[in-house]
């Protein structure tokens, strides 16, 4: 695996509420968009992060085989995740309201396994190809899906960024998640809205096209991002499949 990241507070906001963690024996990758008044926000994002690689540090994945467990894993780590968070906001006041994003992407013989609440978003690109894997829980894309909406004008609505499902909004969360086979040469990037709200699509493949190192990748998006505006924080996580994750 060819792995690359980084995260950057942007252009317009005084404060980095995003995080990312990245776990290279076990092939577990995290990121997190946190929302709330003050520095809530972030405590939420790395806690979120901190509390999903500790679960992971301390529940090897080792023997885990069958993608029921799998999914069985990943939904306990996010629910720890979860409890973590919405304790924190219960016991102190100032953090009354905080909630996070998350992303969890676990890559294994041949299979990405996604666990995913609310915006931020995993990507997979092949020969050309460029295709979200994950659903925004927002309220917008509610809309889109009841045909009220069509995804163009989504993308322009101003509530588009509204989320409706968080970690450390509620007691108990659920999340997706997904399957998905992967090949030899894919490219999966998870992402939050900072990337995708400032830089297209056709733009994202025309900077993977020119990048085969991935932490020059992830800096060329968060560049592009910032050069488009940064009026959000921005975090990329890259992940390049080789041939040891088909054959594992």
Known sequence: MHVGFKTDKGIIRSSNEDACFVLLHDKVYILADGVGGGNS????SRTAVSEIANYVVKHPLDGLEDKYEIVGYLRDAIEQANHRIYDLAMEHEENSGMATTAIIVYVHKGKAYIGNIGDSRVYLYRNGDYLQLTE????????????ILSKEEADQDERKNVIIKALGAEPSVEPDFFQVEIMEGDILLACSDGLYDEVSDEEIISVIKEKDNMNELAAELVYRANRNGGRDNITVITLEITKEEIDE
């Open 136 to 147: 925004d829980h927002t309220y917008v894309n509610t809309l889109v899906k009841a045909g």
């Open 41 to 44: 926000g972030e405590i939420a």
